[in-house]
């Protein structure tokens, strides 16, 4: 297991707030172009263009793409999990548990259930092609998992769910709920299949309060 | 919704059995090279060299690479489908459910856990870029589902799950669970995202039993 993406988010040597302006604003850039287009697509010079930097500027921050890339991903986990917040650092009851789940439903219906999971999305078009930024999705997607896995332990913990619930298990689900909900809800162009993923394993959940 | 797709995979005009063979070589190196490398990544210069065919043979049977896409989507959805039966044909008891979720885990297991769901992947790369691959793969994705729900339907008309269980919700809490599941699957490089998520929605079938 790799350390936290943290590390991806810090800024390769201590920047000026100007630099550290640029460099958030090309990384701005290229997520965007990323979540329309796909990593494969997205070149540096469109990066360069939509940010407005030159190509000696971007390399600068960024020595080759892989690295840009990184940065959108840890960019991009840090932005998912901060939509689903704060309901997914405290999913300790089943009414926060429902909260999340219609923040999450929200979020697509308010993007027209346009562009997916953008940590799924680049999970699909790095897995095969380059192991390091599928282990690095590897990180993300854990980022994701261990508050859901806190919760419903918490939830066990404090006699919400039997002694017995598996709940790493349960949290696991969930998960994947969200990730097939959230392919199907961006290919269907309707919020259905997330809210019946997410409604089908938050029920198997309530079976297990005692 | 779109007519099935079937007439996707009829050749444009009746062909020889040399020019069906021809055809068929084509997108099958065209399907290789996308689950490899993804269809952004697939040159049709690459599909020549790797099926040995001429430029002018695969336009012949392909006018564009869209043409040819949506064959290789045909054809991933077909093969897809057939290494789930027979028993996605015949989910009609809780032991069919069994052998098809042990099925979906061995093929995974089979493969390294490598290259995740063909139709997934496609969903990913077109869904925001081209709209009519997208529909395709909603085509695609109802081809799966279809049977799914046929099979939970049987369950409830023969009495082995409730006379009010909505089946049709269950069977796309399965497909999200596939999909979601092979993701991480693909991603982690264990079978074990895959397990839970199909268990998951499957222990919540079974909870509909009379």
């Known amino acids: 297991m790799r350390t936290t993406t943290e590390q991806h988010l810090a800024p390769p040597r201590r ?13 701005e850039a290229a997520a965007g172009l990323v979540l329309l287009h796909g990593i494969t697509r997205t070149g540096i010079e469109d990066v360069q263009r939509e940010a407005g930097v030159s190509a000696s500027q971007l390399y ?3 020595g080759d793409k892989q690295t840009l890339m ?3 991903l840890a960019r991009q986990t840090a932005e998912v999990l901060a939509a689903q917040r704060p309901e997914l650092d405290a999913l300790d009851d089943f009414d926060a548990l429902s909260r999340w789940r219609d923040r999450l439903v929200a979020l697509q219906r308010a993007r027209h259930c346009a562009g997916g999971c953008p940590i799924g999305s680049i999970a699909t078009e790095v897995a095969e092609d380059d192991p390091d930024a599928r282990a690095d999705v590897v990180d993300s997607f854990e ?25 790493d298990r349960l949290a696991l689900a969930l998960l994947a709920a969200v990730q ?7 290919t269907r162009r309707t919020t259905v299949p997330l809210e019946t993923a997410l409604d089908a394993v938050i029920e198997l959940i309530r079976s297990y309060r005692p």
Chains 1, 2 share one sequence.
């Open 15 to 27: 920047l000026t707030a100007k630099g550290e302006a640029t460099r958030s604003r090309i990384v």
């Open 60 to 62: 600068h921050y960024f």
């Open 70 to 72: 990184r940065a959108v």
């Open 143 to 167: 980022q994701w998992e261990a508050p859901i896995r806190s919760g419903l332990a918490a939830m066990r913990d404090t006699g919400l769910l039997r002694d017995d619930t598996d709940t």
């Open 180 to 186: 097939g909900g959230l392919l199907l809800t961006q």
